[in-house]
């Protein structure tokens, strides 16, 4: 029998459950974690959360000095009540997601847009970012 080595048990556990769809205890609260796109052009950076089912009513975000802090609590309660039944449900999600923010974005012009189950957050550059060139160094 081989012996068990525990310093990988941690990790092999944290791989297993890398990509699962939630995270947290066996309580009441449920986060759950949104995939991410970060992408960036010339003129801005753009995060796009893929959450389905939410409003834009849902979000919340947040800058707080150089960090950028993307935010939701939905919580939905359903009673049905028949002859002989009362029934009760109720589901609570949360998530939250914060990012660095670099210096060269222009924090005044941020904006966020949530169409299709996507809310996307642009973070539009300083001009004075955006109009320097890339400039070709000669070898002499």
Not at 16 to 37: A, H, M, Q, W, Y
Not at 73 to 92: A, V
Not at 94 to 118: L, M, Q, T, W
Request: proline share 5%; net charge negative; aromatic share 10%.
């Amino acid at each position: 029998m081989l012996p068990v080595r525990s310093d990988l048990i941690p990790s092999l556990f944290e791989e297993f459950f890398r990509d699962f769809p939630f995270v947290g205890s066996l309580s009441t609260e449920l986060r759950t974690i949104p995939k991410i796109n970060i992408a960036e052009t010339e003129k801005a950076f753009e995060i796009e959360v893929a959450a389905p089912g939410y409003k834009k009513e849902d979000f919340k975000i947040e800058l707080n000095d150089n960090t950028l802090t993307i935010s939701s609590e939905k919580k939905e309660e359903k009673t049905e009540k028949g002859k002989d039944y009362h029934r009760r449900e109720f589901n609570y999600s949360c998530f939250s997601r914060s990012f660095i923010v670099p210096d060269h974005v222009d924090a005044d012009k941020i904006h966020a847009v949530y169409e299709n189950g996507v809310l996307s957050v642009i973070l539009p550059k300083k001009e004075e970012y955006v109009s320097k060139k890339n400039k070709t160094i000669e070898i002499k």
